[in-house]
DNA sequence: CCCAAATATCACCAGTTGGTGACATTTTGT
DNA sequence: ACAAAATGTCACCAACTGGTGATATTTGGG
């Protein structure tokens, strides 16, 4: 009869229940950012005890760390997709560019996870960092090949500009649908930056 | 005797206190960033009750409101110190990007507001990133006078792009020092930056 | 002088947070 | 069949948050 004793709890599925802690930090990491995120919320959402977070993952931290595993390769498995080898050193730097900026544009969580970074370096996040950008540099010597720079240019640092001026305008825009004046909302916006963006590859690399 | 009935409360001088309410603020957040920035704290490191804050700010956001006053011209006032006009566009974009690199550094107060602008949006501290970005163009359309850049080259927004690079870059470096694996620590590393910055402007604007 | 306004402080409120111990139920191993 | 371990839930704790009403004390104008 369920008579009002026991209100049904969740059916007893460890590794389930594990999934849903995992997705509800997630979402709501992607949805409404570190603010306001704690392991009250993450229970809330998941719709079960924060006890468990503790049992399962030791803690919050533990519960991140798992995201992190998920993600560690994010960059990776969404820059690897052309089949040919870039043609030049320009080409694979606009692609190593423009392939970041898409997918940091679609992914609302690592656009979260990277302004926690910024905003609140704890070991445990800035451990997620770390493994995002070792990937990435290791995305880069893979594709290089014997691909090489101009003389006289320190392209390592020249890359790292570029990719740290799309994250901070990709954050930006979603913060604020703009960065320093300039609007970053409808599609010409961007296809302004991407054209800019060019410019600059075509002057530091060569058109090539 | 002062029987413990009353421990000696602070002067009534409400300009005083004010005044010292907003260096509690400003102390505060360029400390600690706006993670634990609330009304307790302010006027627990103001030394006076938090009451004065509804009281004389009406609130967090009036307080707040008052900061932004103060450095509403924070750009402009530290970058227009050089005395001579720009002689070529490319010297201008070098005034602005090695201008901004430079006061953003020094400044940890203006790096945890634009942290916050970022990571927690909120029409209050947008209105301060609004300020800011109005009083920069303004100077660059004072500074630029009848200079023009390349043809071909959308130079505000390759100028944005820059300036974006920049900001990642110090926010990053003053959370973890470094920057997708690239340390931003020792006066060389901001060298090796800043060179690769002004291979760019050579690249872009030519070397002028 | 006296009363009103201004100033400063305190006491309390409801709500939230992270964290822990105890309990009930189910599953599993022997 | 029975005990032990695993799983899920609840109740509670101290500490903190933003917010408000009441109360002292001082200042200043009439």
Chains 1, 2 share one sequence.
């Not at 005890?49 to 960059?75: S, T, V």
């Not at 043609?87 to 692609?95: F, P």
């Not at 679609?106 to 370096?121: F, N, R, S």
Request: proline letters at 5%; aromatic letters at 6%.
């Amino acid at each position: 009869m369920n008579d009002t004793l026991t209100p049904d709890p969740r059916p007893r599925d460890r590794a389930r229940t594990e999934a849903a802690l995992v997705a509800a930090a997630r979402d709501l990491l992607a949805e409404s950012g570190f603010q306001n995120f704690g392991i009250n919320a993450v229970a809330r959402r998941a719709g079960c005890d924060k006890q468990l977070i503790y049992r399962y993952f030791g803690g919050l931290d533990g519960l991140i760390d798992a995201i992190g595993g998920e993600l560690a390769d994010w960059i990776v498995d969404r820059l690897a997709t052309d089949a040919a080898p870039p043609a030049s050193y320009r080409q694979l730097a606009e692609r190593l560019i423009f392939g970041f900026m898409a997918a940091l544009r679609a992914d609302m969580l690592v656009q979260k996870i990277m302004t926690w970074e910024i905003a609140d370096p704890s070991p445990m996040v800035m451990r997620l960092a770390q493994a995002r950008s070792k990937a990435l540099t290791g995305w880069m010597l893979r594709q290089r090949g014997d691909l090489a720079p101009p003389d006289g240019c320190d392209a390592a640092v020249v890359n790292a500009a570029l990719i740290a001026a799309v994250q901070m305008m990709v954050l930006s825009a979603s913060a604020s649908g703009a960065f320093a004046g300039m609007p970053l909302r409808a599609d010409a916006d961007w296809q302004r930056l991407a054209a800019a963006l060019g410019t600059m590859l075509d002057a530091v690399y060569g058109p090539g």
